[in-house]
Structure formats: C-alpha cells, structure tokens
C-alpha cells in the first residue's frame, strides 16, 4: 500500500539513530556520555508530585477533561503577573497544550493554509520547520548567526517574504544556539510584525535558564506583544516534568481561540491530574527553580572551559540548557564528525545540520550531567585526538 506524501516531509529521526547506536556502544561495554538529548536529569518539585497524586486518586478525575478548570486558568494568569510583570491575561488567552510540540502543530495550522509562508530561525527546534510543513506551509528561512550573536536580525528579511508570510516563530532563550532575547531585538520583533500583519509565536521554554546574572522574561511583557503574538509556556524544564507534557499558549485572544477550535477536535483535554500537577507548579515555592538554574549554569562553565581548554572555541551558551559549539579543526559536515566523535569518545551529540542548514559546522550539546561527568567527557574527547 502507499502512505501519505505527509511522511516524505520529513527525515529520518536523528535522536533516533543516535540512540539505537548508543544502546550498541553500551552492551558492547564502552563508557557512553549522551549529551544529545535534553531530558533533564533533575528531580519534580515534591508538592507537584503529590499534587497529581492527590489528584489521581479520585475517581471523578479520571473522565474526560473537555475543558481547563477555572483554578488553571487563573494559575497562569496569575503566573504571568507574579513571575513576569505581564498583567492583563485573562482566562480567555489561556489554552493548555500537551506539549509546546503538540501545542504549535495546532497553532500553525490554525494561522496558515497550504501554500502559505511562515518565517522560521534558522537553525531551529526541528518542530518550528515541521509543523509549518504538517499544516501545508511553506518554511522561509531567517538565519541565527554568529555575526548577530545567533539572535533574529530581521532587516535581512526581503519585504516580499515578510509580507507573504503568515506567522514568524521566535525562540529565546534560544535552542539550540543557546542565545538570550534583549529588548532591543523583541522590540524589532513586535515592530516587524505590525509592519508587515502577522502573528508572532514566541516559544518560551528556557525562561528559567538564563546565566550570567541576567533573568528570563516573557515576549509578552514588552508593549504591543499581546497585539501582535503568542506564547507558549512550558513547565517541562523548569519543574523538571517533561514527561507530563504541561504546556500553555499564551496571548491573542482571537489566536488563542483559532488554536482552540482545532484542538478540540484533536483530544479531550489535559489529564485532571496533570492540571493539579500544573496548578502546584505554578502557584507553588520557586527557590528550587533558581536553585537549579544556578546549578545548570555550574555545568555550562565546567563544559565551555574543559572544551575551551582542549582546543575547541569557547560555545555559544547564554541560556537553555544547551550549548551550541563550532566543530573544531575546520570540519563542517556535523553528522560525520558527530558519528565518528560517538565512536572514537563515546560522547553523543546532535549534528548541528539536524536543526537546519545554518546549523552545519556546529554540535548541540545538552546539559544533562553533572560537572565532573561533562569534564570527564571532555577529557574523552580530548583523548580520542578530536
């Protein structure tokens, strides 16, 4: 039989691969440091824990969840002022998502029709691309580069694709180049959206992972955002519940809405349970998210230094919980040197090409060890002579 021509939009699944041949490397008995996949290895919050727990063991929690309660409506709202300064969201520009990945397939399709542009960074969380590409879309690309410390520079946009285009994507923190918005550039962005009528969907992931003293924010805290975009806020990495899928889109009211109406044609809704989760997450104590971001930040220093100390240049690693290094030697073709790194190191990381074509000639790698561990995978790396 033939299947849909859907599936020929995409590749093969890199982490995919890269795990299958990491499950090889260890039966085979070799030491393995997988720094390709972002799953944080830190604990949930206790209370978020025993929230679900609580919530799971009643009955009544267990049937279809067709709408967001009236208490996580109000979390997020009242999230967004205390954690933010964004007041002014309302129940109404609220919808929970299973996943920013589940939540942006819905978004997009609600925005545009096949054949219509939508501006994606590049390089890219794959999903940006792909989700564009699921609902018909047509990807233009703007490039991350090193020149504009990998943050969107909209002036190099031609005016005709930024007219054609239905929705910009913009992700800062950034991954996978690890680059931190500035008001300068969300500025640009609100700016550019009005010029040229389109939806601004900003991806917010990492706003809890921000070095050097400076402290993440939202897209919707700057004047005219909320006219102009929407958010999505997730949970995953800073609760450490990625496995829950608690994600948020935030904003537009009308945009809010169009996302709505399709989703719920999708599914029934988030699991009761995980609501409470959400609930406890977001009206709960946040000592321990600051206390981890302090503890990501200790990782990146050990990781950027011990590379910087055998010879790579030092990555671009100002927020997320990645990195995002320039392949040493000259070398440009990340998949084979990503290939060949696994197997003469052990340490796994994710070509820079599987995030777009700007990505060739870099390495994502992932924050998911502690510091002696990410040395001692360096000192792998340097020993294998790469």
């Known amino acids: 039989m033939e299947f849909s021509q859907r599936l020929d939009l995409f590749g093969d699944e890199v982490f995919a691969a890269l795990g299958a041949r990491r499950r090889e490397l260890e039966a085979a008995g070799r030491r393995v440091f997988d720094l390709s996949v972002g799953t944080p290895d830190f604990e949930p919050p206790a209370h978020v824990v025993e929230a679900l727990r609580q ?147 900003h991806d917010n992931a990492y706003s809890d992972i921000v070095f050097d003293g400076e402290r993440g924010g939202s897209f919707l805290a700057y004047p005219g955002a909320l006219e102009v975009g929407v958010e999505f806020l997730s949970l995953s990495k800073s609760f450490n519940v990625t496995g829950a899928r608690l994600s948020f889109l935030v904003g537009r009211p009308d945009v809010v809405a169009a996302a709505r109406k399709l989703r719920s044609q999708i599914d029934f809704g988030m699991f009761y349970p995980e609501q409470a989760a959400a609930v406890a997450a977001l009206t709960g104590p946040r000592e321990a998210v600051e206390r981890q971001r302090l503890l990501y930040q200790e990782r990146r220093d050990a990781l950027c230094d011990a590379l910087v100390e055998a010879g790579w240049e030092r990555p671009n690693a100002h927020g997320s919980m990645f990195v995002w290094a320039r392949i040493p030697g000259g070398r440009t073709d990340s998949v084979a040197f990503a290939l060949e790194l696994m197997e003469r190191s052990g340490v796994i990381v994710t070509p820079g090409a599987s995030f777009g074509p700007s990505g060739e000639g870099f390495v994502r790698m992932a924050l998911v060890m502690p510091p002696e561990r990410l040395r001692e995978a360096v000192a792998a790396i340097a020993a294998a002579g790469m």
């Open 55 to 201: 919530s799971a063991a009643d009955p009544a929690n267990w049937r279809y969840s067709l709408h967001d309660t009236d208490e996580l409506l109000a979390a997020v709202c009242s999230y967004y002022e205390d954690r933010y300064g964004v007041g002014g969201i309302t129940p109404d520009m609220v919808m929970s998502c299973r996943g920013t990945q589940e939540g942006l397939v819905h978004v997009c399709a609600a925005l545009s029709d096949p054949g219509d542009v939508a501006l994606v960074p590049d390089p890219c969380y794959p999903v940006f691309q792909n989700a564009t590409l699921l609902a018909g879309a047509r990807p233009a690309y703007y490039r991350l580069t090193a020149e504009h410390g990998f943050l969107p520079h909209l002036a190099d946009v031609p005016a005709d694709v930024a007219d054609a285009a239905r929705y910009l994507i913009v992700s800062l923190p950034a991954n996978p180049v690890g680059s931190v918005g500035t008001p300068e550039v969300y500025e640009e962005v609100i700016a550019f959206a009005r010029e040229h009528d389109l939806v601004v969907i």
